[in-house]
């Protein structure tokens, strides 16, 4: 039962990588200015491109990409790798649904 749960939570990874690309992908590649969207029709270049700033939208696509892929990482890496709360609440909440499932098989 482990070894299906492991074999679960492995095959996991790759998709929330691609479903994370794909909608990101979206967001950033959809026609249009988001930040004339959001100022709405009767808003100055200036008040734009504060959004613009606000919003990080100068940036390249791929920059934007890397950015937050490095800082998901980080973030996983020193949440996991420090043994910090969040590890030892997802810890937790493993053991009591390997337990619910043995217990109900």
Do not use: C, W
Not at 17 to 37: E, I, Q, S, W
Not at 44 to 52: F, G, K, L, P, V
Not at 67 to 72: E, G, I, L, M, S
């Amino acid at each position: 039962m482990l070894d299906f749960i492991a074999r679960r939570l492995v095959a996991i990874i790759p998709v929330l990588a691609v479903v994370a690309v794909f909608v990101f992908l979206m967001l950033r590649l959809t026609p249009g200015d988001p930040a004339a969207v959001i100022a709405g029709d009767n808003a100055t270049s200036d008040q734009i491109a504060d959004i613009r700033e606000k919003l990080e939208l100068t940036e390249e696509t791929e920059a934007k990409l890397k950015d937050a892929v490095a800082a998901y990482h980080d973030s996983f890496a020193s949440d996991m790798g420090a043994g910090s709360e969040i590890g030892d609440l997802e810890a937790e909440a493993l053991e009591d649904t390997v337990e619910a499932a043995e217990a109900g098989a």
